[in-house]
């Protein structure tokens, strides 16, 4: 684990999160891409699964075994579906390997998982070591976890942008609503009529809701962070755009709070986090800005006629959404900067 | 007014609204449209500030005058920033002709206006007259009226959802969120830095929030169609679409009420209108469905974790948040059916 | 056939030029929509494959037979995919039903079918009664016709913009260069990893050059049409939009000829065509404009550095390039107004 | 300039270009950026005009001024309108600064800008020593060079693709026709009507043809690079996206030439260079898998029924087209690693 580069395998290569974490690996220079799986390898190395990574990755795939990448790698990124980690995960933990899921395999208390992900949790014992891999709050858990469930990518803003203002009682733990915007990236690879681009352009709908199970995501980890419990009404909606996600969150005011003191205390929060931009006061929050970076945008505002604070967020899902995120998780698991191989500035226009 | 095909002024011709209007107008079979006038005419026609009417509509330009106006025309659209429809729709009313003001000089109480609009109402008789023009609650009162105020492209969908829920005692008068999503076409023709192609592709983002002059108006006419007071939380976001407003809004159930009995009292409620699809419990609202058509979708479904319900509506506005309910108000005001040129089905994909 | 509304079968209705030809259909006032066949009715009507269409038409399906249009209608449009319409139409023709083909079926020489097609012509004889359904240069031939193959979406504007200035001695029948933009609704509603909205946005490329079944069908219309044998080189290729073909066509010039004789050229051809407007030189031609309308633009240059001729074509695909093509063709088959049902103004913006 | 991180200027900062540039110079290890220079620095720094660099960037702007630049820097990127950078450079280069010049002063012979760009050269004996800076194909006097006239963003793709094939005697040089498709980031920053996102969803269009200045730099660098005199029938379109461009040559084939061969040519021509991905016979290139990197992806194919070679080039405009081949030239400039700074894997999606 002292190692300057450890090995480190990929289950779960082909879809956009895979690329997107290959292609953020390959350009890391404290780690060593060893073993990339996939459901179907056929004998195929990466770059005929992503064609934009031709040339800088002649890699072969193997197969989703977690016998294979043990032998391979000391730490593993597993971007499979949902339901697959929980299985995987505890035969490579058990091999010694270091795991950062970004599946909702280990976030939830298994309880919820009947409920939201429709299967019993097989490895409950693994999941209570879980540590919730958002490192703006938890960085002192993940340092020394063997096992990080990568956070959600609309949980990420809603929680970032929520927790600080709660912790210092400047909004109630009254339920909250979340409204949240994605773009066509979220919903995956997988073909369907609604996520091609002649249904998804002009269009804004909302998905899954009022069941999307980043739900209790939300309601748990604003629990662990701030002790409080808090209910949330979060309704996901599709934009038509490929990367972004941009969370309007609207919670209860604690008395005679504005929208400085609400900017200033998320400043305050996240003065030494290398990847949290707190916006002054009226400036809007932008997913654009923030597009192939693992920035995550955060702004605040007071509406004193209705007592509510409104607290916007926007990141890049697949980066810090998913596997930016990922990476910086695993940079703190690994001892190295927590920056290394990410991006704070976005790609414009 | 028994006129078949009573001849027509629109005032601010130039914008996108106008150019939809124009173009609703021409394929009206009731209706002649007999002045046009823009802040620049020039001796142009119609077709050279909208090439798209090419060959469609061989209409000079007249300046915005009332005079000019009310000389051709008995019915007038008024399609200009707002701010100067307060101005000239008195000179029209006093010289007989019957008014549509697609801007917001005449939809809210005088004493609204210094706060949300930046000016004193210079004709706070006339604003008392006025009616407000959303023909699904108001029919009775646009059919008489002289001047109608047509709804803004938020308050629309908002109001249309939320208005029965309350009259029926389905949900409680407590303050209701509202996150509307918007396209760019109703940022307007203006040329801004932030309405480029380049900076809007990609970009989902607030604006003008938490003080967008659709807040008192949908708490106004929410009042005016249920007798409640009701406080709104409005945060109104660009998606990178040109037509389309999808609103979510988020309000507290009265008690043990379901997706179901929400459901049908929408349905019931609009039972007759020709322009509102109620969606059966669980589809979802989709602003693609209803580009180019005068429908506005509505959805509902009760939260019972949190005790919410949450309404969605979706419309074309540049449709059915503007032009197309301009044209239905007109319809109404001029005796003619109320669907005559209008569509009720979106041009898809 | 005298009939003022005389009954019309679709079958392969559940596409998105089946959707279109219903929505042209359903607001036409010299039709009635009799039958509605798709590969699997199971029961269902229109508006549950083509949600857009709810309310508007509560019309059942029925499978793809010959048989049971042909008791219903006197009309057929078909708009299924390649190689379907030459089994299927033999039977309706025989029947009396008079057929539009919007497939490639009925198009081209019975030789040309397997080095384009992959298939043997099963129908020669119905074949060579044929009539290509482009208008604006055949339609004294469509009038009469049993049969009609609706033409395809890039040789439309490409021999429009040509055929004219071939058959005036401005251009030479040397080999033409074509080259052809269009958007995801011209690669139809099946799914595919590439016309995801992911993999789509942001993506302009070429596809399935040089062997696009468009290419011997520009050869031989422009022969058809005006005499001359002319190859062309076309390269179709993919750009973000939904809706929109714009082809460029660059041809040689036969001497010393200008812009405006080019121009004056096009614009004579087509004085009276109620559905293309030529623009007047140095105006750009814009899919945009022409957006839900059944125009098609087109625009001439003269480049007298290289002996060139550049002609864009642009149209709506759907519309001019498919359904609203074959409602043009239907028209004049049935003794209607040409226009009848379609619109000469895009939806815009 | 033996220095390892030698100071660098950048005039003309503000726009996307310029922005482009400071991104990449930021995370380049190579390079110490010492001045940035916009038209109206009025006080601001850097991350004011690019609110995406905030928190990278803390850099206060100068104007642009060649004596300010020359006194901190040793290299100048000129990213500013066609025009300027020729009066500028030449007190750049007489105070010892080395100059990558990205508009097109400098880029063709002197008597060609009276009618491509309007204006009398002004430093016509510059323009003599200036070198054009496309690596692949000059990169032995670039390494020299003072001054290197940074190549157009159509240009780049056109001559690397028919460069080496008319060079191995593959294509005649007949005159070429060079079809090009460009995103909206190539119109630059300013704000026009037509550049506005509702003006620009949906809509491919040509521009500026059959004059587009990028014409005579086509043929001229065919030239320098092959001998062969050249003429280019030249069309740029606009289509919906922010960043890429794809051109689709059409060029006469010598003989009885494959398509594997014209793609073995060009294999061999680049089996050296780290920025250009030939593609295997059959593959279409594609502008999204190139986003954001500095590679070209090649493509060609021959017709044989029309005797012609087509070759297909796409680049992100911002990076291979502009910024990117900057830093490239700079790289080569420097001594530096070519490859320095820059990436060759897009961001997908």
């Known amino acids: 684990m002292s190692d300057a580069a450890p090995p480190v395998a990929v289950l779960g290569a082909s879809g956009y999160t895979g690329g997107e974490l290959v292609r953020l690996l390959l350009s890391h220079p404290g780690v060593e891409i060893t073993y990339l799986g996939v459901r179907e390898p056929e004998g195929r190395s990466i770059d005929q699964i992503h064609p934009f990574l031709a040339g800088a990755a002649d890699l072969?795939?193997?197969?989703?075994?977690?016998?294979?990448a043990s032998e391979k790698a000391e730490f593993a990124f597993l971007a499979m579906p949902h339901g697959l980690s929980a299985g995987i995960a505890p035969k490579l933990l058990e091999a010694g390997v270091r795991v950062v899921d970004l599946a909702g395999d280990f976030r939830l208390p298994a309880d919820e998982y009947p409920a939201w992900y429709?299967?019993?949790?097989?490895?409950?014992?693994?999941?209570?070591?879980?540590?919730?891999?958002?490192?703006?709050?938890?960085?002192?858990?993940v340092a020394g976890a063997s096992l990080v469930a990568n956070p959600g990518c609309y949980p990420t803003p809603a929680v970032l942008g929520l927790a600080p203002l709660l912790m210092a009682g400047l909004i109630t733990p009254d339920p909250v609503v979340v409204d949240g915007k994605s773009g066509l990236s979220g919903a995956g690879k997988a073909l369907t009529e609604s996520t091609s681009f002649a249904a998804s352009d002009e269009s804004v709908r909302p998905y899954k809701f009022p069941r999307h199970q980043h739900t209790p995501e939300i309601e748990h980890v604003l629990g662990l962070a701030t002790g409080h419990t808090v209910r949330a009404s979060f309704v996901p909606h599709l934009v038509p755009q490929v990367r972004g996600v941009l969370v309007t969150s609207y919670a209860t005011l604690a008395g005679d709070v504005t929208t400085e003191t609400l900017t200033d205390a998320l400043a305050e929060a996240y003065d030494a986090a290398p990847f949290v931009r707190v916006l002054p006061a009226g400036a809007m929050a932008d997913t654009k800005r923030v597009w192939g970076s693992n920035v995550v945008e955060l702004q605040a505002a007071a509406d004193p006629r209705?007592?509510?604070?409104i607290v916007v967020g926007a990141l890049d899902n697949l980066v810090k959404g998913a596997a930016g995120q990922a990476v910086q998780n695993f940079n703190i698991m690994a001892g190295q900067d927590e920056t290394t191989g990410l991006s704070s500035v976005g790609v414009y226009p």
Do not use: I, N, Q
Request: hydrophobic fraction near 45%.
């Open 60 to 68: 072969k795939l193997g197969d989703l075994s977690a016998e294979a």
């Open 118 to 141: 429709g299967f019993e949790h097989p490895a409950a014992a693994w999941l209570e070591k879980a540590v919730y891999g958002l490192p703006e709050l938890f960085a002192d858990r």
């Open 306 to 309: 209705t007592g509510k604070a």
